[in-house]
């Protein structure tokens, strides 16, 4: 008889183990496919993002080439207009500014003094206009073949600049990417006069290069810089204080 029922007694604990460890498994199935779905929603919202991003930047580049080949002169001019889309974000930044002035008045004390915010804005505010006026000259002494390939050299500067102020690591994608970019932007100073449809000369093409790559960089620096005054200065990083950023130092 007591044997009896301690065969019960363990068959009854081995169904309770088996019946646990089966609702572990659909626990443990239903966090993965939640993870799953969730890194499915995040790389489509980067494919999206990344869309509009490079096919802004080339929209960008051929109007503005267009504008030089129209006979535009005006270098400044250029500059402005890389920078003309920003209002759009103006009813956004005062709908957010109107919905958030509860939990600003909360952190108020934490926020840095109005003279370092105002050093940084105008800091990061001279970094645009002096990329963007680069831009413009090496848009307009150089065809846009050559000129967005050394805009692509913009990730080695960005991987640099990254490497001492944001403490980002190199990986070997990333230093396969530098080399090759690196390596092609390079070889742009030896092509023939005859790829050069543009037919400016040399001193101006040679104006071009060194403003294409001096903005490259600067941009380079000013997205570290960027980040650097959102994790150190500013201690918050939220949409609002990225859209106040880009709001007040354009």
């Known amino acids: 008889m007591a044997e009896a029922q301690d065969l019960q007694i363990n068959i009854m604990a081995q169904e309770a183990l088996d019946a646990n460890s089966t609702g572990q498994i659909n626990v443990s199935n239903g966090a993965e496919t939640q993870h ?9 919202r980067m494919s999206i993002y990344a869309f509009f991003l490079l096919s802004g930047q080339a929209y960008a580049t051929l109007l503005g080439r267009l504008y030089f080949d129209k006979g535009g002169k005006s270098k400044w001019m250029g500059a402005v207009v890389q920078l003309i ?16 002035s509860a939990a600003a008045n909360r952190i108020r004390s934490t926020q840095p003094s109005t003279l370092i915010l105002v050093s940084v804005y105008v800091l990061l ?17 150089l065809p846009v073949s050559t000129y967005s390939l050394i805009c692509a050299s913009q990730l080695a500067f960005n991987a640099f600049f990254a490497y001492f102020l944001n403490s980002q690591k190199f990986t070997p994608y990333i230093i396969n990417s530098l080399v090759l970019l690196t390596i092609s932007s390079i070889l742009l100073v030896f092509q023939s006069d005859a790829t050069n449809t543009s037919q400016v000369s040399k001193a101006k ?4 290069f060194i403003c294409t790559v001096g903005a490259s960089g600067g941009f380079g620096l000013l ?28």
């Open 36 to 44: 799953q779905r969730r890194n499915y929603k995040f790389w489509f």
């Open 85 to 100: 889309g920003f209002p759009i974000l103006l009813p956004y930044y005062i709908t957010s500014a109107y919905k958030n």
């Open 125 to 141: 505010g001279l970094l645009v206009a002096g990329n963007t006026y680069m831009y413009s000259v090496g848009l307009q002494y």
């Open 205 to 208: 093409y040679a104006i071009g």
């Open 223 to 250: 997205l570290s810089l960027t980040q650097f005054a959102i994790q150190h200065i500013l201690k918050r990083q939220t949409l609002s204080v990225i859209i106040d950023m880009t709001v007040i130092s354009h």
